[in-house]
């Protein structure tokens, strides 16, 4: 059974850093592209940064466009979020999932999803 679980979360100061990671597994996610998403307290679930398959092409909202960095490890089972420069408004559940379509940021492009971790930044 195809899984993804999400992990690293936790509570930071603004402007520090955390690394979520998401590990695959149950299936090969060959030709799979990447997301993550978020989602606050009381609002919509939305996207925060992609990845393609090959990793050549990576995607970000513009609220987190030059402090987030997303990865993958080489025998890509595990995709990463890098995210620096933290704001009390990052502070949601951030979720990781796998679809088709590279950079897209609506919800119903994805298949398959992790059940989230939650961020916490401080002011």
């Known amino acids: 059974q195809a899984q993804l679980v999400e992990s690293g979360g936790g509570v930071v100061q603004a402007g520090g850093s955390l690394r979520l990671s998401c590990a695959a597994s149950?299936?090969?996610?060959?030709?799979?592209?990447w997301g993550w998403f978020r989602q606050a307290l009381g609002k919509e679930r939305e996207f925060v940064a992609g990845?393609?398959?090959?990793?050549?092409?990576?995607y970000y909202a513009d609220s987190v466009k030059g402090r987030f960095t997303i990865s993958r490890d080489n025998a890509k089972t595990t995709v990463y979020l890098q995210m620096n420069s933290l704001k009390p408004e990052d502070t949601a559940v951030y979720y990781c999932?796998?679809?088709?379509?590279?950079?897209?940021?609506?919800?119903?492009?994805?298949?398959?999803w992790g059940q989230g971790t939650q961020v916490t930044v401080s002011s």
């Open positions: 149950g299936r090969t996610f060959t030709n799979y592209a």
């Open positions: 990845m393609s398959w090959s990793g050549e092409s990576t």
């Open positions: 999932a796998a679809g088709y379509t590279p950079g897209a940021s609506a919800r119903s492009q994805y298949s398959y």
